[in-house]
């Protein structure tokens, strides 16, 4: 075995190399199950045993999501110790999970620099956020019930990553999608939140399907769904159809879990849950399992560059999409949310790239991670000052009230344009930088996908200035609280607080410190290959200057217009650009007209079919069952007598069966 | 000249312990105070029944290299079927027994303080305040079970008469014993006793006629005999038919099945279980080695009449349950609807077909103990008095109308009691599915799948109103919310009246119920010692253990599943 991995090491590895597994039998990594185990018994716990939890319920949702990431931490270092050619690793959990006919598949664990990537982020990301949930929920009755699908979203959510099979980690995805419905319908209480929940859960569905489809197909092709079978059995020999059929239906499951284009309509409205959940799960890494899953069919999309068009044409359109809607948002978290599709999409873009751009959409992922779900807490630190209001009109002038939620906003807002040196300066640059490289064969795709990067860049300069403006600068627009009094903003508690410098930290530094040495992009090679350094059609600087000019221009307009200028508290009626914004673009108009109306007129065709035909069929029988029934009820008198004779005569007429038949 | 067979205690000793506990425990009622009699009754009979097991186990690994002996001169067939139904008899009759065993926080068992007392009567109503106790039951039930004990490992027709007799009349005494509803008890009582002795005398006029044909009561000598036919061969086809009939009875399969719903709607609630999970599997032991090893040579004559029963029990078993009102006449009716999927396995007549039946029979069995006893503590409640303290708890709320909403009020009890429903309906991952797939798949090996088919259908009839409870059970509201009296009281009546049973609702429960009916009714959970759920827990880990995982238990059945000659 090893002997093996040494020889595909010292393979010229200019595309992706075929990761060669190998199975843990013994030692610190054998820890990695408790990985999931440890925040599964805490939510089994916190469900199980109910109110009686409601006292310390939310401190052992802390302690499970921080062990957790202490075990992540160790089997990191762990690895890391390794070396490089034998840093994948799977950890069997079963002997034999599945024994069907032809179908064999062992539950195990992926260990590998791109799983433990995202264990890392969950974990860490997740520990700071469940802490700032204790003091955000404080007043909730069910903070308990909170952490149980919290923790039961980690342990979900790291089997999706840790899975070494499209079908354990069809569990983990099913699981997030699980715990996601439940954390948007928290409130379910109220209408529209429940009705918010039962979309995501519905759009998550078209995607989950795309990847049930996939996986037959994985099956029928290759015999298996481990990953190993199917990401080495791509040859030249496969056919090309059947690739592109594969990876078109994962880019399905991606577009539903990630809100991509035309998934993406429920990613807004799931804006309803609790803003923990909105940073955690729809910002920082529920949402981005769709670039792992491209990312990790890795070579399933190299051998289907068809798909791959289609992914970065779907990755494009989102992150633009998103982005026009994001500036006509006055709802803070919803302005968020359409940000959080267009980096999504960024990321997207990278991974249809192919080799040029794998590590970088999971740098991006990385580096997003910090900075949104730092926007995400620090919008819910506004909200927690400012009496629960998500209205960006009625903000305004917050800076003075608010130091450290300004502050640390500020880091992910830097990050989030790109500002050197912040986080996303490096990982967004790279993305960019990658979109430009040319295709052969296609020489318009490097000039058409580059320019929507940049004029994507541009735009998010603009929408999250005009965000944080709105928010922060500018005069007080401030209405009154519900109770009637006059607002009065004050800095959140220190629970809340640093979990948000700490995630600013990363806002300001993660992206500068992993891009340094490459030592982001090496870490993943064992997994993706050594990325190919391709010249971007136009060179590298100018790129950046460039970038940074048309960053600069969209911050100065967004000044001019929120900060150094009265924003009316009505919205103004807009152009019909803006006010197409508003509504998501009549997504769900678009929705309603191609897939609802037909559907419902599909349903209720077969619900006639069903009533007159089926259950007519079946309630027939029925009925002439109950008249037997009937009759046979009037037969059992309850005398004695009509029994003994009934048995008499039955027996005399067995009797005479058998010798009519004898003779 | 008579030699003394000798005799292999040994093999013996599941039967010896049980019934000589029996008869100690006859002495124990002459000897010990009343107020200790319970207690040691109780531990009595369960030290009993645990050796009984304990032995069964002890006997297993001779069985599984001998594959068995001969006991009595061959009176006794102590081989692999044996064993497994003696194991089988032996944990059902301790788990309801832990049922029968268990009383009210107020001290009241299923049992009338004093059986011999008019129903109604002064002495009756002192022998209750006085807290009486008739702990005669044990005995009884040690009797019973013993007699279950040798009748499936008869070897001759006359043990087997023999043992059916000791089987019977210890449950027609216990049958007549219930606490509330005396008359309704009594009643099922004198039903059972007379359809049963009815029952008997055609079985003991079979043997009869059986040895008129072949000279003997020795199966293996009737076996030979029917293989050499000398000119009497309708001689033997009656006697062979009337032989069934008897068993047949006693497994409440088509046209025998009339007595079942009274019995088990008037029999008290522990004993309803206990006789419809340990009789079943006890007769249908029996059933299966008398068509296995006594009649295989006339296969094709009453394959005709096996065929024709296990037909019309199945469909008359599922029809009758889909239109009963009350839930001991449903779960009755499943029961004939069950003994018809049985017969499919027996009809079968191939070794999977053994393994099948006898597999079926253990988790019929626990399910049904586990499904009576949730029956028997979901209680009527009267209303409250003007002080606004809670009415006493009366007898069981059996009308199916009075089980609406208990999945709100009582969900553990609900989904436990649904977890019994859907094993009896074959759901898969519960251990019924296993049972069916069993004996169907074996009567489809024999050829016989138009029986498979048939009994697929009434399955999934059947499925309806095993569904239609749970329905009731979750998703319908009780019929007043919460504590809010039920207008029981009118469907009291209608329980007892309905067209089906006038003898029930005229002249006995008028009576009785005069005075409950007044009040008006709210259903409740009853609080027990304790055995009760106990048992019941039992039943459902074992209804999921062997619905789960089934194969360490029918390997071992696989291992042994061969009769003697």
């Known amino acids: 075995m090893h002997t093996l991995t040494a020889l595909v090491a010292s393979l010229p590895s200019d595309t992706t190399i075929t990761p060669v597994t190998e199975t843990v039998q013994a030692g610190v990594l054998l820890v990695a199950p408790l990985l999931i185990g440890i925040p599964l018994l805490s939510a089994a716990v916190l469900l199980l045993l109910g109110r009686r939890t409601d006292r310390w319920g939310h401190w052992l949702g802390v302690l499970a999501s921080s062990a957790a990431f202490v075990v992540g931490a160790t089997v990191f270092v762990k690895m890391l110790q390794r070396p490089e050619g034998s840093r994948v690793l799977d950890v069997n959990l079963t002997h034999h999970w599945i024994d069907a006919g032809a179908f064999h598949l062992n539950a195990g664990m992926r260990l590998d620099p791109l799983s433990l990537t995202f264990v890392l982020l969950v974990t860490f990301v997740g520990t700071l956020i469940h802490i700032y949930a204790v003091a955000y929920m404080e007043h909730d009755a069910d903070r308990r019930r909170f952490f149980a699908y919290l923790n039961l979203f980690i342990a979900a959510m790291l089997t999706l990553v840790l899975a070494n099979s499209y079908l354990l980690l069809f569990f983990g995805w099913e699981g997030v999608g699980l715990a996601s419905y439940l954390l948007i319908g928290f409130w379910n209480y109220r209408l529209d939140y429940a009705v918010a929940a039962k979309k995501a859960f519905v759009a998550n569905r078209i995607g989950d399907l795309g990847l049930i489809i996939a996986m037959g197909l994985m099956f029928a092709t290759f015999g298996s769904v481990s990953f190993d079978s199917v990401l080495n059995g791509v040859s030249g020999t496969t056919s090309q159809a059947t690739l592109n059929g594969i990876a078109i239906m994962l880019l399905l499951a991606a577009c539903g879990k990630s809100a991509q284009f035309p998934l993406q309509s429920w990613l807004g409205d799931a804006m309803a849950g609790p803003t923990p959940v909105s940073a955690l799960i729809h910002a920082a890494t529920m949402v981005t399992a769709g670039v792992y899953l491209i990312v990790r069919s890795a070579p399933l999309f190299n051998a289907a560059p068809d798909a791959q068009l289609v992914v970065v044409c779907v990755g494009a359109i989102t992150l633009l999409f998103g982005a026009i809607v994001g500036c006509a948002k006055d709802d803070i978290k919803k302005a968020l949310a359409a940000s959080t599709m267009s980096q999504i999409g960024y990321m997207v873009l990278a991974a249809g790239l192919g080799p040029v751009g794998y590590a970088f959409a999971i740098f991006h992922l990385i580096t997003h991670g910090f900075f949104k779900a730092g926007m995400f807490l620090g919008a819910g630190s506004v909200m927690h000052g400012m009496d629960d209001q998500v209205n960006m009109r009625h903000f305004g002038a917050l800076a003075r009230y608010m130091k450290i939620t300004y502050i640390t906003f500020g880091c992910g807002w830097l990050a989030i344009m790109g500002v050197p040196p912040f986080s996303g300066f490096f990982s967004k640059d790279h993305i960019i930088e990658a979109a430009f490289v040319p295709v052969e064969g296609a020489p318009w795709r490097a000039w058409v996908f580059g320019s929507v990067a940049l004029l994507g860049a541009a735009i998010t300069a603009f929408y999250m200035s005009r965000l944080f403006f709105m928010t922060f600068e500018g005069e007080k627009r401030w209405t009154t609280r519900t109770d009637g009094e006059q607002q009065h903003p004050h800095e959140s508690p220190r629970l809340m607080t640093w979990p948000m410098i700490v995630l600013a930290v990363g806002s300001f530094g993660l992206g500068w410190y992993l891009n340094a040495g490459s030592k982001f992009v090496d870490w993943l090679t064992p997994v993706l290959g050594t990325p190919i350094e391709d010249d971007p059609v136009i060179p590298a600087l100018p790129l950046k200057i460039v970038t940074l000019a048309l960053v600069a221009v969209g911050i100065v307009i967004a000044y001019r217009r929120y900060a150094a200028s009265h924003v009316p508290v009505v919205p103004p009626v807009g152009t019909s650009l803006t006010r197409a914004a508003r509504v998501d673009l009549y997504q769900d108009v678009v929705n309603d007209v191609v897939l609802v109306e037909p559907g419902q007129a599909l349903t209720r065709s077969l619900v006639y079919v069903d009533r007159t035909a089926i259950d007519g069929t079946v309630t027939s029988v029925g009925r002439s069952t109950v008249g037997l029934g009937g009759l046979a009820r009037r037969v059992q008198t309850g005398y004695v007598r009509s029994y003994a004779a009934s048995m008499l005569l039955g027996l005399v007429v067995l009797v005479l069966v058998v010798l009519v038949i004898q003779k | ?565």
């Open chain 2, 1 to 565: 000249m008579f030699t003394a067979p000798t005799i292999d205690w040994g093999a013996l000793s599941p039967v010896i312990i049980v019934l000589g506990a029996a008869i100690i425990g006859v002495l124990v009622e002459a000897f010990v105070p009343a107020k200790a009699r319970r207690t040691t009754q109780l531990a009595l009979a369960l030290v009993a029944l645990v050796g009984a097991l304990v032995a069964v186990a002890l006997l297993w690994s001779g069985v599984e290299d001998t594959g068995g002996t001969t006991v009595l001169g061959g009176s006794l067939l102590v081989d692999g079927p044996t064993l497994v139904l003696w194991g089988t008899i032996s944990l059902l009759a301790l788990v309801s027994l832990l049922i029968i065993a268990d009383r009210t926080e107020t001290g009241e068992d299923a049992f009338a303080p004093n059986a011999a007392a008019v129903p109604g009567s002064d002495y009756e109503e002192v022998a209750r305040r006085k807290g009486v106790r008739q702990t005669e039951i044990y005995p009884l039930v040690l009797f019973a079970t013993g007699g279950m004990l040798i009748f499936p490992a008869a070897g001759d027709l006359l043990t087997l008469f023999v043992a059916l007799e000791v089987l019977s009349l210890p449950l027609y005494l216990l049958a007549g014993m219930a606490r509330r509803r005396r008359l309704l008890s009594q009643e099922a009582s004198m039903k059972y006793f007379l359809l049963g002795a009815f029952a008997s005398a055609l079985f003991l006029f079979g043997i009869a006629l059986i040895y008129g044909y072949s000279g003997s009561l020795r199966y293996s000598d009737i076996a030979t005999a029917i293989g050499t036919p000398n000119g009497m061969e309708s001689l033997l086809l009656v006697g062979a038919v009337l032989i069934l009939s008897g068993l047949l009875f006693k497994v409440g399969a088509v046209p025998f099945h009339t007595w079942t719903p009274d019995v088990y709607q008037g029999a008290p609630t522990p004993i309803t279980g206990f006789m419809g999970a340990c009789t079943k599997v006890a007769a249908f032991g029996a059933l299966l080695r008398i068509v296995y090893t006594v009649f295989p040579g006339m296969s094709w004559d009453l394959g005709v009449v096996l065929w024709t029963v296990a037909i019309l029990t199945m469909v008359i078993g599922t029809v009758g349950a889909l239109v009963q009102s009350d839930m001991k006449r449903v779960l009755a009716y499943s029961s004939i609807a069950h003994s018809g999927f049985i017969l499919t396995g027996i009809i079968a007549l191939n070794q999977a077909g053994i393994t099948a039946v006898l597999f079926y029979l253990l988790v019929y069995g626990v399910a049904t103990i586990g499904a009576f006893g949730i029956v028997w503590l979901v209680r009527e409640r009267a209303g409250q008095s003007a002080d606004g303290t809670p009415g006493p708890i009366l007898g069981e709320a059996t009308h199916l109308s009075q089980w609406a909403g208990l999945g709100r009020t009582n969900p553990v009890l609900a989904v436990t009691f649904s977890l019994f429903l859907l094993s009896f309906a074959g759901i898969p991952l519960t251990a019924g599915f296993i049972g069916k797939f069993g004996v169907f798949a074996a009567a489809v090996d024999a050829g016989a799948w138009p029986l498979a088919l048939i009994g697929v259908l009434a399955s999934a009839a059947a499925a309806f109103f095993y569904v239609r409870i749970i329905v009731l059970m979750f998703f319908t509201g009780p019929s007043g919310a919460g504590e809010e009296p039920v207008a029981a009281a009118g469907a009291y009546d209608v329980a007892e009246t309905e067209p089906g049973d006038p003898s029930l609702g005229d002249s006995a429960l008028a009576v009785e119920t005069k005075v409950e009916a007044r009040s008006t009714l709210t259903t409740t959970v009853v609080k027990t010692e304790g055995l009760a759920v106990a048992a019941i827990a039992i039943c459902a880990l074992l209804t999921i253990l062997l619905g789960v995982a089934p194969s360490p238990v029918i390997e071992a059945i696989q291992t042994v599943a061969s009769f003697l000659p």
